[in-house]
Nanobody, 124 residues
């Protein structure tokens, strides 16, 4: 059974940093896409960043380019999202997703597996 467990969310002031982690179990990823999506209250879910495990290609939403960095730790089956220079508009529930099912580009695609989410709140 595949499980994605997110951690690292919290409350910070604008300009601060957080690092989100997504630990994967029950899955041996060879070359899949994994990424982070977020959903703020009253808004649709949006893709934040995706990485191709093994291939290394990365994708970022324009709103986070230059501030967020996605990375992988294959030894620990973990994907990270380093978030710097956080803004109040980054406030949302952040979800980890794995294995692109349908669609392209990756930020707008459907995924087979999802985590439960971790809350990020940025105050001004």
């Amino acid at each position: 059974q595949v499980q994605l467990v997110e951690s690292g969310g919290g409350s910070v002031q604008a300009g601060g940093s957080l690092r989100l982690s997504c630990a994967v179990s029950g899955y041996t990823y060879i070359s899949v896409h994994m990424g982070w999506f977020r959903q703020a209250p009253g808004k649709e879910r949006e893709g934040v960043s995706v990485i191709q495990i093994g291939g290394g290609s990365t994708y970022y939403a324009d709103s986070v380019k230059g501030r967020f960095t996605i990375s992988q730790d294959n030894a620990n089956n973990t994907v990270y999202l380093q978030m710097n220079s956080l803004k109040p508009e980054d406030t949302a529930m952040y979800y980890c997703a794995a294995e692109l099912k349908r669609g392209w580009p990756p930020l707008g695609a459907q995924y087979n597996y999802w985590g439960q989410g971790t809350q990020v709140t940025v105050s001004s």
